[in-house]
């Protein structure tokens, strides 16, 4: 039984992270934009930096002051509760400050260019900038632009590769080694950033990797790719098939708006050929997993039985959001003007 | 004010005469006054171009001065210092200024400052509507009287085909024919590149080839039912190069351009840069409308240029600020600066040996010629004929240089071509009787 005193000693004086050292790695990124130019070495140090994370969130007092010092700023040009919550407490407990920007509360509004909000959010003392943005490609056109670190918490239809990251750790969590597993993605291929950053990784790592969409909601050009353009996967249209023999089933999330664009002919339909109901998992390997990115549209992509089943980590992957952006953050920051500076201070912890 | 100029020892390349021989070449009052051996040039500015290829000037069916109204973009000044630069000796104008050039007065609000300002002669093509709304006919009978060499909306469509067709119909009682930029915009909502697996990479909507091959068919269909002369802008699909083949074969008056970067560049220099590489650069000075293809798209305009199917080169020349370009992909301007790269870049073909050198000058010169019946405004325009205007250019398809963007003459320096090395420049250019561009440490 520890006492009262004994716990604050602890606060006091937090334990190490146990993260890989800096020196064991060959960790050079600056930015986290995508993960299409990701190396298996680098998404391994990933996955174990998680695991350091992961048990600094399990102490009792899950706060380290590793980033004390550094300034985080989430600039969200998009609506996202999860997201940024995670990223905000992820950048807490590490001890970082975090300052939150909306692009509806700020000169964003006012017509003020990325690259000057940028700018500005450098000037100001941000060392890392969490950047949601409804436009592809945007986190590059910034990061061209910053000293600061950038990392993409979303950009349009293209990446989000913080979030590929938790479903590899989810996954992995569960499976081991994902080499060779056969990993659904269902649903709305083609306005899907979370299928996109997905395959790469995924297939970086070995897995079959069958994308299973309406024709119409397929990216036009997916087979057409030479070598190393797109992630090697495979595209069908029937749910039934795709899911046959499958270690994992990733639904996606299926915009109404979609459904106005011409894109299917309506929500009954749509929820009758690509929803993940159990009549359907029961294709998959017995206990496959059923993931999610959320929100869910219960009902539509994903029924309500299996969303919060036994086979379901969806709330696994929110939680172990938390713990990838801490690696992401704690990695990223090496590599900050600022990160530099502290080196030392990093180095003593 | 005309001075007299000989231009010595160069290979002079006439195809409108089939002329190809070393030469010196006389200009006099602003024509061309003798092409011969050994030609007497006492008194005259001489240029050496000895080594060097000595054409007619340039002839541009398709350049944005975005003057009157855009001239924080360009000016018929600074546009036209860009067309010599590159060699161009005569450009179209295209009418989507503001005002558009839909009304006579800003025709010749046009060609009063061009007379005043222009390096290079400025021919104006005038608005098919009013306003370039797609709603009503603007004046045509009287925008052909003031100078107009054709009428188009570019930058947008003809959309409404019943308007289209009675444009080519109104259109043929001046004998002018019209340019339509073919995009079918339902089939390329909110498109930024060309539908294919970069786009699908990079998270960009975009255009299939359909949308510009399905007006491109509608036109061609019109230009049958009309039995007047639609010519098709920046043809940039293997489909509309079919189309416009088909056409030609079945007699119909129906001539085509293609611009230098549809002819070279692909869409994956939207992701990586023309200069290649792995990093995605998102690059928006490679975001142009129609969207640069994929290879054999590419491959089917350059064999089309080649063999005659597309009459000329047109560089649809569209320069933008700097802001214009330096945001977010989806919001960035469509365009590229390409009067001052045109030659360097179509020079790719002939070192590839996908065209002569003879056939590229054909489809510079006297094909955009042709192609528009601009003979018929100006005599003996894009030939060396004794008595033509003295429009020449001087070139060293040989000599490398490094395209450097902030240096160009033209306000856009919007070019996905920056720090490229392209084979292939213009040493002197003589617009009208006038040296315009002499490069000052001659290259090669």
């Given at each position: 039984?520890?006492?009262?005193?004994?716990?604050?000693?602890?606060?006091?004086?937090?334990?190490?992270?146990?993260?890989?050292?800096s020196?064991?790695?060959?960790?050079?990124?600056?930015?986290?934009?995508?993960?299409?130019?990701?190396?298996?070495?680098?998404?391994?140090?990933?996955?174990?930096?998680?695991?350091?994370?992961?048990?600094?969130?399990?102490?009792?007092?899950?706060r380290?002051?590793?980033?004390?010092?550094?300034?985080?700023?989430?600039?969200?040009?998009?609506n996202?509760?999860?997201?940024?919550?995670?990223?905000?407490?992820?950048?807490?407990?590490?001890?970082?400050?975090v300052?939150?920007?909306?692009?509806?509360?700020?000169s964003?509004?006012?017509?003020?260019?990325?690259?000057?909000t940028?700018?500005?959010?450098?000037?100001?003392?941000?060392?890392?900038?969490?950047?949601?943005?409804?436009?592809?490609?945007?986190?590059?056109?910034?990061?061209?632009?910053?000293e600061?670190?950038?990392?993409?918490?979303?950009?349009?239809?293209?990446?989000?590769?913080?979030?590929?990251?938790?479903?590899?750790?989810?996954?992995?969590?569960?499976?081991?080694?994902?080499?060779?597993?056969?990993?659904?993605?269902?649903?709305?291929?083609?306005?899907?950033r979370?299928?996109?950053?997905?395959?790469?990784?995924?297939?970086?790592?070995?897995?079959?990797?069958?994308?299973?969409?309406?024709?119409?909601?397929?990216?036009?050009?997916?087979?057409?790719?030479?070598?190393?353009?797109?992630?090697?996967?495979?595209?069908?249209?029937?749910?039934?098939?795709?899911?046959?023999?499958?270690?994992?089933?990733?639904?996606?999330?299926?915009?109404?708006?979609?459904?106005?664009?011409?894109?299917?002919?309506?929500?009954?339909?749509?929820?009758?050929?690509?929803?993940?109901n159990?009549?359907?998992?029961?294709?998959?390997?017995?206990?496959?997993?059923?993931?999610?990115?959320?929100?869910?549209?219960?009902?539509?992509?994903?029924?309500?039985?299996?969303?919060?089943?036994?086979?379901?980590?969806?709330?696994?992957?929110?939680?172990?959001?938390?713990?990838?952006?801490?690696?992401?953050?704690?990695?990223?920051?090496?590599?900050?003007?600022?990160?530099?500076?502290?080196?030392?201070?990093?180095?003593?912890? | 004010?005309?001075?007299?100029?000989?231009?010595?020892?160069?290979?002079?390349?006439?195809?409108?005469?089939?002329?190809?021989?070393?030469?010196?070449?006389?200009?006099?009052?602003?024509?061309?006054?003798?092409?011969?051996?050994?030609?007497?040039?006492?008194?005259?500015?001489?240029?050496?171009?000895?080594?060097?290829?000595?054409?007619?000037?340039?002839?541009?069916?398709?350049?944005h001065?975005?003057?009157?109204?855009?001239?924080?973009?360009?000016?018929?000044?600074?546009?036209?210092?860009?067309?010599?630069?590159?060699?161009?000796?005569?450009?179209?104008?295209?009418?989507?200024?503001?005002?558009a050039?839909?009304?006579?007065?800003?025709?010749?609000?046009?060609?009063?400052?061009?007379?005043?300002?222009?390096?290079?002669?400025?021919?104006?093509?005038?608005?098919?509507?009013?306003?370039?709304?797609?709603?009503?006919?603007?004046?045509?009978g009287?925008?052909?009287?003031?100078?107009?060499?054709?009428?188009?909306?570019?930058?947008?469509?003809?959309?409404?085909?019943?308007?289209?067709?009675?444009a080519?119909?109104?259109?043929?009682?001046?004998?002018?024919?019209i340019?339509?930029?073919?995009?079918?915009?339902?089939?390329?909502?909110?498109?930024?590149?060309?539908?294919?697996?970069?786009?699908?990479?990079?998270?960009?909507?975009?255009?299939?080839?359909?949308?510009?091959?399905?007006?491109?068919?509608?036109?061609?269909?019109?230009?049958?039912?009309?039995?007047?002369?639609?010519?098709?802008?920046?043809?940039?699909?293997?489909?509309?190069?079919?189309?416009?083949?088909?056409?030609?074969?079945?007699?119909?008056?129906?001539?085509?351009?293609?611009?230098?970067?549809?002819?070279?560049?692909?869409?994956?220099?939207?992701?990586?840069?023309?200069?290649?590489?792995?990093?995605?650069?998102?690059?928006?000075?490679?975001?142009?409308?129609?969207?640069?293809?994929?290879?054999?798209?590419?491959?089917?305009?350059?064999?089309?240029?080649?063999?005659?199917?597309?009459?000329?080169?047109?560089?649809?020349?569209?320069?933008?600020?700097?802001?214009?370009?330096?945001?977010?992909?989806?919001?960035?301007?469509?365009?590229?600066?390409?009067?001052?790269?045109?030659?360097?870049?179509?020079?790719?073909?002939?070192?590839?040996?996908?065209?002569?050198?003879?056939?590229?000058?054909?489809?510079?010169?006297?094909?955009?010629?042709?192609?528009?019946?601009?003979?018929?405004?100006?005599?003996?325009?894009?030939?060396?004929?004794?008595?033509?205007?003295?429009?020449?250019?001087?070139?060293?398809p040989?000599?490398?240089?490094?395209?450097?963007?902030?240096?160009?003459?033209?306000?856009?320096?919007?070019?996905?071509l920056?720090?490229?090395?392209?084979?292939?420049?213009?040493?002197?250019?003589?617009?009208?009787?006038?040296?315009?561009?002499?490069?000052?440490?001659?290259?090669?």
């Open positions: 039984m520890t006492t009262i005193r004994e716990q604050e000693t602890r606060a006091e004086t937090p334990a190490p992270i146990a993260a890989p050292a020196e064991e790695s060959a960790w050079r990124r600056r930015h986290l934009l995508d993960l299409d130019d990701f190396s298996i070495d680098e998404l391994d140090l990933v996955m174990r930096t998680t695991d350091a994370m992961k048990e600094v969130l399990s102490r009792e007092v899950p380290v002051p590793a980033l004390r010092g550094t300034t985080i700023v989430t600039l969200f040009y998009e996202s509760t999860r997201t940024r919550a995670s990223f905000e407490l992820a950048g807490k407990v590490l001890g970082a400050d300052i939150n920007v909306s692009a509806s509360g700020s964003v509004t006012k017509g003020e260019s990325l690259i000057d940028v700018k500005t959010l450098q000037a100001i003392g941000a060392d890392v900038l969490v950047m949601r943005h409804n436009r592809s490609g945007a986190p590059y056109l910034a990061a061209r632009h910053a600061a670190s950038v990392v993409n918490a979303g950009d349009g239809l293209h990446a989000h590769p913080t979030q590929a990251l938790l479903d590899l750790y989810t996954i992995r969590g569960s499976l081991g080694d994902v080499r060779g597993r056969k990993i659904v993605i269902v649903g709305d291929v083609l306005h899907s979370v299928a996109r950053s997905n395959m790469w990784s995924l297939t970086a790592l070995g897995a079959e990797v069958v994308l299973c969409a309406p024709p119409t909601l397929v990216p036009p050009g997916m087979r057409d790719a030479p070598e190393g353009g797109l992630p090697a996967v495979r595209v069908e249209t029937d749910l039934d098939r795709a899911i046959e023999g499958a270690d994992v089933v990733m639904a996606l999330r299926m915009q109404l708006e979609r459904m106005h664009g011409g894109f299917v002919p309506g929500m009954r339909e749509y929820s009758r050929l690509y929803q993940v159990a009549k359907r998992l029961a294709y998959a390997k017995p206990g496959a997993l059923v993931l999610h990115p959320g929100p869910m549209n219960e009902g539509v992509e994903i029924s309500h039985e299996v969303a919060h089943g036994l086979q379901s980590h969806v709330e696994e992957q929110v939680a172990n959001g938390v713990a990838v952006r801490m690696a992401v953050l704690w990695l990223i920051t090496r590599n900050t003007p600022r990160g530099g500076r502290m080196a030392s201070a990093r180095g003593s912890l | 004010m005309s001075e007299r100029i000989i231009i010595r020892g160069g290979r002079v390349i006439d195809p409108a005469s089939g002329y190809d021989a070393v030469a010196d070449l006389v200009i006099e009052d602003g024509r061309i006054a003798a092409v011969g051996a050994a030609l007497d040039g006492a008194g005259a500015r001489e240029i050496d171009a000895r080594g060097l290829v000595v054409a007619p000037g340039f002839v541009d069916l398709h350049a001065l975005r003057d009157p109204g855009l001239e924080y973009k360009e000016d018929i000044e600074s546009g036209t210092r860009a067309a010599a630069r590159g060699g161009f000796t005569t450009i179209c104008a295209m009418p989507n200024t503001e005002p050039m839909d009304t006579r007065s800003v025709i010749e609000y046009v060609l009063r400052e061009a007379a005043a300002r222009a390096s290079v002669r400025v021919l104006p093509i005038g608005a098919v509507s009013k306003g370039r709304a797609g709603k009503e006919l603007a004046e045509l009287d925008l052909a009287a003031a100078g107009c060499v054709a009428f188009s909306d570019d930058g947008a469509p003809v959309y409404d085909a019943t308007l289209m067709r009675r080519l119909e109104y259109a043929g009682a001046f004998d002018l024919p340019i339509d930029h073919c995009e079918e915009k339902s089939l390329a909502q909110d498109a930024v590149m060309h539908e294919g697996w970069v786009a699908a990479r990079l998270g960009l909507r975009g255009a299939p080839a359909a949308a510009e091959e399905s007006p491109v068919a509608r036109d061609i269909a019109l230009a049958e039912t009309t039995g007047a002369h639609v010519h098709i802008a920046h043809v940039s699909t293997r489909g509309a190069v079919e189309a416009v083949r088909r056409a030609k074969a079945r007699g119909l008056r129906v001539t085509a351009e293609v611009t230098p970067h549809h002819l070279t560049l692909t869409d994956e220099t939207v992701a990586f840069g023309a200069g290649g590489g792995s990093e995605l650069q998102y690059d928006t000075n490679a975001k142009v409308n129609p969207p640069l293809r994929a290879q054999d798209d590419v491959d089917a305009c350059a064999a089309a240029l080649a063999d005659g199917t597309i009459d000329c080169v047109a560089t649809d020349h569209a320069p933008h600020a700097a802001t214009e370009k330096l945001c977010e992909f989806d919001d960035a301007a469509f365009g590229i600066s390409g009067l001052e790269t045109a030659f360097g870049l179509c020079m790719r073909l002939v070192h590839e040996k996908k065209i002569s050198l003879e056939t590229l000058v054909e489809r510079m010169t006297i094909g955009p010629v042709r192609a528009l019946g601009l003979d018929r405004h100006v005599h003996g325009i894009g030939t060396l004929a004794v008595g033509a205007p003295a429009d020449v250019v001087v070139l060293d040989g000599a490398e240089w490094t395209v450097e963007p902030e240096r160009f003459a033209s306000k856009g320096k919007n070019t996905p920056g720090g490229v090395t392209l084979r292939g420049a213009v040493v002197a250019t003589v617009a009208c009787g006038r040296v315009v561009h002499h490069a000052e440490v001659p290259v090669g």
